[in-house]
């Protein structure tokens, strides 16, 4: 098998690749990392020494491709399916582009400052941050809300890189901020988009992992 996958079931920047990968039905070999063990993380870092997954391991093309962004427009260039990431019409092309870093910047950045925050010891705990990034939460959800009257996805009728960047950064986020009363509009995308089988099976893969989040 040419392509091989190195990710967790829980990590939200993994659903993003995994959602491109089951939108296609690309075949992969899964390598799930668990980087609190010590072996399975040295391992990983020999291979991509930054230590952060996902990574793409391209066997035919020997080429290893980093970053969640970067392997869904890889996808898209060298093993295309169906569901194209990057549309064709340049405008269309422009808006994922522009709505994918949004999500991964605004959405799942200050989601994960508050979740990391909960696993620090009492000692290390930055309640000014947390603060901070959940504000930042309430003003990337107002420009969603208002962002997704009348659209079904992200860019309009055509599914994207940026609804695959959407989908874990929302749900995981409602965890955080349940937004599903204050912001109408974020919420209905966010049940298409774990409608959508590509991320029903992400998530019914993460589900035996749900419990380790911290509360």
């Keep these: 098998m040419s392509l091989t996958l190195y990710f967790h079931p829980l990590s939200s920047f993994c659903h993003k690749v995994l959602i491109a990968l089951y939108e296609n039905a690309t075949p992969f070999e899964r390598r799930v990392v668990n980087l609190m063990d010590e072996a399975d993380a040295a ?19 020997s080429r290893l ?3 969640s962004s970067l392997i869904i427009e890889y996808l898209d260039t060298h093993y295309p399916g169906r569901t194209r990431f990057i549309p064709a019409d340049a405008d269309a092309a422009m808006r994922a582009r522009h709505n994918d870093p949004f999500y991964d910047l605004h ?14 010891p ?6 000014h941050g947390v603060e901070q990034a959940k504000k930042r939460l309430q003003t990337a959800l107002d420009m969603i809300d208002t962002d997704m009257t009348g659209k079904t996805w992200s860019i309009g009728d055509d599914f994207s890189m940026a609804d695959c960047a959407a989908a874990p950064a929302l749900f995981f986020a409602d965890m955080i901020i349940p937004f599903g009363e204050t912001h109408k509009n974020a919420a209905a995308y966010l049940r298409r988009l774990q409608q959508r089988p590509s991320y029903a099976r992400a998530l019914d893969e993460a589900r035996p992992y749900f419990s380790l989040i911290p509360k």
Excluded: N, S, Y
């Excluded at 990983?44 to 952060?52: M, N, Q, S």
């Design 43 to 61: 391992a990983f870092r020999k291979l991509w020494p930054i230590g952060k997954f996902p990574v793409l391991h391209d066997q035919t093309a």
């Design 65 to 67: 491709v980093p970053e």
């Design 107 to 120: 959405v799942q950045d200050p989601m994960q400052k508050v979740v990391g925050d909960r696993l620090r």
């Design 122 to 127: 009492a000692d290390k705990k930055d309640p």
